[in-house]
């Protein structure tokens, strides 16, 4: 996997939507953007790290920061999920892998013995002239929505 360090401009992308739109980059210019990838939706850690998003998105509007979860989900099970879930911010699918590659979260895991393709749970916050502000890879899902936010208050 390549690594996006800080400073960096964002790859710009231009991916499905829940909604059925297309979602872009340039989309979030002149605002902050918390962009997660998250590995599958409806399972465990990414229910619990999307509720935590959801939870305190008031706090990241008032912060003048956009959310968008990215997966490698059909379009379909994201809209499943978005509606199960009643999330309040956009979810984006890549299911090419070609955003996910560029951003450097797609790559060679393993798990239980086995290995195989997938996406590491990642989050950048871009800031509002579209360069990456902060990043954090390999990321635990407890704490992580209060820690992005902390950071987006702060930019």
């Known amino acids: ?17 829940d909604d059925g739109g297309i979602v872009r980059l340039a989309d979030f210019r002149g605002r902050k953007l918390v962009l997660y990838f998250y590995p599958k939706a409806s399972t465990p850690g990414c229910t619990i ?28 099970a994201l809209v499943k999920f978005r ?6 911010f956009p979810l984006a699918t890549d299911e090419s892998h070609d955003m996910l590659s560029a951003y450097g979260v797609w790559g060679e895991k393993s798990m239980y013995g086995k290995t195989f393709m997938g996406i590491e749970r990642s989050t950048l916050l871009i800031d509002a002239e579209g360069r990456v502000a902060q ?15 902390a950071a987006a208050q702060a930019l």
């Open 1 to 17: 996997m390549t690594t996006i360090a800080a400073g960096e401009p964002a790859p710009d992308f231009e991916l499905p939507g």
């Open 49 to 76: 790290e999307a509720h935590d998003f959801n939870r305190l998105l008031p706090e990241f509007e008032k912060a003048g920061t956009s959310v968008l979860g990215v997966s490698a989900d059909p379009a379909k």
């Open 83 to 88: 509606d199960k879930e009643c999330l309040a």
């Open 135 to 149: 990043v954090w890879p390999k990321v635990k899902v407890a704490g992580h929505a209060e820690a992005v936010l």
